[in-house]
Each structure stands twice: as C-alpha cells, then as structure tokens.
C-alpha cells in the first residue's frame, strides 16, 4: 500500500486530527515518503489531482439491485411453506 493511501487511511480513522492547523497539517506532509507532487496535492487538499497521480478512477458506480417481492416469492417456495425439512433430517 503506498504511504498516501496509508495517510490517508490513517486521517479516515481519527477524523478529528484533520481539524489541526495549517502548520501542523503541512509539517506531517512534509515528513511522508512520498513523491513531491503527491506531496503537493495533499498539502492543497486536491483530491482530484491526487487521484490523477495514484491513477485512481474518474468514477465510481455503486449500484444495489433490489429483487422484486414476486421474484423472491416464487424463487424460495420452501420457505414460505414453512414446513419444508432439510434433506439429511428426512434420512433419519
């Protein structure tokens, strides 16, 4: 994992240590091993440049697909019996 994903993981965790002053903010940046422009976007808060230079994605999608209450219905049968009996309980 590269040390601006680690900073940053890190800053996720104890988002109360972003609200530190532009000083300290700037003093922890300039400790980072890391390149001078990845260091640069930090220090400017540029999220976007940032992820250009991690080549990150331009987008992301979540998509949550929902069944229908007819599918859901019709794919468990056995279920909604309410009497079904698991395989190795009907061998005994």
């Known amino acids: 994992m590269s040390n601006v994903i680690?900073?940053?993981?890190?800053?996720?965790?104890?988002?109360?240590?972003?609200?530190?002053?532009?000083?300290a903010y700037a003093e922890v940046i300039a400790s980072l091993d890391v390149d001078a422009a990845q260091r640069e976007a930090?220090?400017?808060?540029?999220?976007?440049?940032?992820?250009?230079l991690?080549?990150?994605?331009?987008?992301?999608?979540?998509?949550?697909m929902q069944p229908n209450e007819e599918d859901e219905q019709s794919s468990t049968p056995d279920?909604?019996?309410?009497d079904s009996v698991p395989d190795d309980e009907e061998s005994q």
Do not use: H, W
């Open 6 to 23: 680690q900073f940053l993981e890190a800053q996720g965790r104890r988002p109360a240590c972003m609200n530190v002053s532009e000083e």
């Open 42 to 52: 930090l220090k400017d808060r540029d999220a976007t440049e940032l992820n250009r």
């Open 54 to 64: 991690l080549d990150g994605r331009t987008k992301m999608y979540c998509v949550i």
């Open 79 to 82: 279920e909604q019996d309410g």
